[in-house]
């Protein structure tokens, strides 16, 4: 069965510098949700988009932006890169209206050196 | 607000024995949904078993099991027989009325041979 698509798997970036991590949900689900979870943390919700609206934002940084696109893949924008933002970034998507149904994405490892 | 506690930093476990992990959560919320999420060292987040908190009986999915006290907002994780593949950090969910995750911030299950 086809899973939630995260790319890149693994980005390095220097400080202050732009990111753009991308997730494809499974086929037919149309919300998605972001979570980061850094270092020896559990995971907290960023921003998540229904039918590509905006539905939930959680503790997301002004700096970072996200959005829904037609086809339902999502991205993430991340920009002014601080050393506090390497994490790994977790995509799961879901379908309605079962939307307590939701499957993760590998996630993407990120590093701000 | 919305919390969920786990109390138990890490646990140990002689395999094939059985452990109990806790969970405590805080809704006003008469319907939601909890959850178990097996993290192994891949960092991909598995889940392990959901319970719905409007059935009174307790889930179970093979050597996994929960005790659900609705009223004590209480939420367990047995594990029976447990086996070395059983290792990992295992998180406490519990999922809002938008659908988005609040986590714990986990258990450490380590599986002595």
């Known amino acids: 069965a086809a899973g939630v698509i995260q790319s890149p798997r693994h980005l390095i970036k220097e400080k202050r510098e732009t990111a753009t991590l991308k997730c494809y949900p499974i086929p037919r689900h149309d919300t998605v949700y972001w979570y980061q979870q850094g270092p020896g943390q559990d995971p907290q919700f960023l921003i998540s988009?229904?039918?590509?609206?905006?539905?939930d934002k959680g503790s997301i940084p002004d700096r970072f932006s996200a959005q829904q696109f037609s086809d339902y893949h999502s991205e993430l924008n991340m920009s002014s890169l601080e050393l506090g933002d390497s994490a790994l970034y977790f995509c799961?998507?879901?379908?309605?209206?079962?939307?307590?149904?939701?499957?993760f994405g590998p996630g993407t490892r990120l590093t701000v050196t | 607000a919305q919390t969920v506690t786990q109390s138990q930093p890490e646990m140990s476990v002689q395999e094939a024995e059985t452990v109990t992990l806790s969970c405590t959560y805080d809704t006003s919320e008469s319907d939601y949904y909890l959850f178990w999420y097996k993290q192994p060292p891949s960092r991909q987040m598995i889940l392990v078993i959901r319970q719905e908190a409007y059935k009174q009986q307790n889930a179970t999915e093979n050597r996994f099991s929960v005790n659900f006290q609705k009223a004590a907002k209480s939420f367990s994780l047995k594990i029976s027989d447990s086996q070395l593949g059983d290792a990992a950090m295992y998180f406490c969910a519990y999922i809002t009325g938008t659908y988005k995750y609040i986590f714990g911030t986990g258990t450490r299950l380590k599986v002595l041979a």
């Open positions: 988009f229904y039918e590509k609206m905006q539905s």
């Open positions: 799961a998507s879901s379908r309605a209206p079962a939307l307590h149904e939701q499957y």
